[in-house]
């Protein structure tokens, strides 16, 4: 069984600050990457950020580039997502996500077995 633990987040003004913490355990799998998606109320679950776990190569959604860092401690299968100047838009549950090893696609939510529980990040105005 694995498990993903996600930590960290919380409610902020916008213009803050918050980081969130994602740890795999239970059962050793080689991860091809891992992500985050965010949903908010009525809305599909979507991309946000990824890192392959091997290289240290990093994805973003648009929306995010420039204001969100994704980065990983490869030993302790922990990513983190440093959200900064957050926005009143960015108010959603946001999901650790792991696939398997020689999975091609990082941005789709649909190539990832493993999911976290989720964590409300909630900006206000």
């Known amino acids: 069984q694995v498990q993903l633990v996600e930590s960290g987040g919380g409610l902020v003004q916008a213009g803050g600050s918050l980081r969130l913490s994602c740890a795999a355990s239970?059962?050793?799998?080689?991860?091809?990457?891992m992500g985050w998606f965010r949903q908010a109320p009525e809305k599909e679950r979507e991309f946000v950020a990824a890192?392959?776990?091997?290289?240290?190569?990093?994805y973003y959604a648009d929306f995010v580039k420039g204001r969100f860092t994704i980065s990983r401690e490869y030993a302790k299968k922990t990513v983190y997502l440093q959200m900064n100047n957050l926005k009143p838009e960015d108010t959603a549950v946001y999901y650790c996500?792991?696939?398997?090893?020689?999975?091609?696609?990082?941005?789709?939510?649909?190539?990832?077995?493993?999911w976290g529980q989720g964590t409300q990040v909630t900006v206000s105005s």
């Open positions: 996500a792991a696939n398997v090893l020689g999975t091609t696609s990082v941005r789709s939510r649909y190539e990832y077995p493993y």
């Open positions: 239970g059962r050793t799998v080689s991860y091809e990457a």
């Open positions: 890192i392959k776990s091997i290289s240290g190569s990093t």
